[in-house]
């Protein structure tokens, strides 16, 4: 199976910044898209980020300028660097990635999967 599991939430002061990773393990043959969500109590899941397989990287307007996303091919990771952040950025992030896998020597459609989230405060 194919897990994502996002690490470095926490509570940070307003201005401050926060770098979350997120790795991707299992059987794995290929990462497509991968990004970042957000969803902030009493609201819906949000797009944030999100970095193309080749690096091309799009941003909510909301955080462009602030967040920049990144990725580690050999390590099947991405990053999300957040950086003036402001108490609106309260939320859960929640990683995203298309991954393609061949199984019995056979390629699969990629499938999408979700990390378990992880909190990140920022206080005011």
């Known amino acids: 199976q194919v897990q994502l599991v996002e690490s470095g939430g926490g509570l940070v002061q307003a201005g401050g910044s926060r770098r979350l990773s997120c790795a991707a393990s299992?059987?794995?043959?290929?990462?497509?898209?991968m990004g970042w969500y957000r969803q902030a109590p009493g609201k819906q899941r949000e797009w944030v980020a999100s970095?193309?397989?080749?690096?091309?990287?799009n941003y909510a307007d909301s955080v462009k300028g602030r967040f920049t996303i990144s990725r580690d091919n050999a390590k099947n990771t991405v990053y999300l660097q957040m950086n003036s952040l402001k108490p609106e950025d309260t939320a859960i992030y929640y990683c995203n990635a298309d991954i393609s896998r061949v199984l019995l020597g056979i390629p699969r459609p990629p499938v999408n999967y979700w990390g378990q989230g992880t909190q990140v405060t920022v206080s005011s």
């Open positions: 970095i193309s397989s080749g690096g091309s990287t």
């Open positions: 299992g059987i794995i043959s290929y990462i497509n898209d």
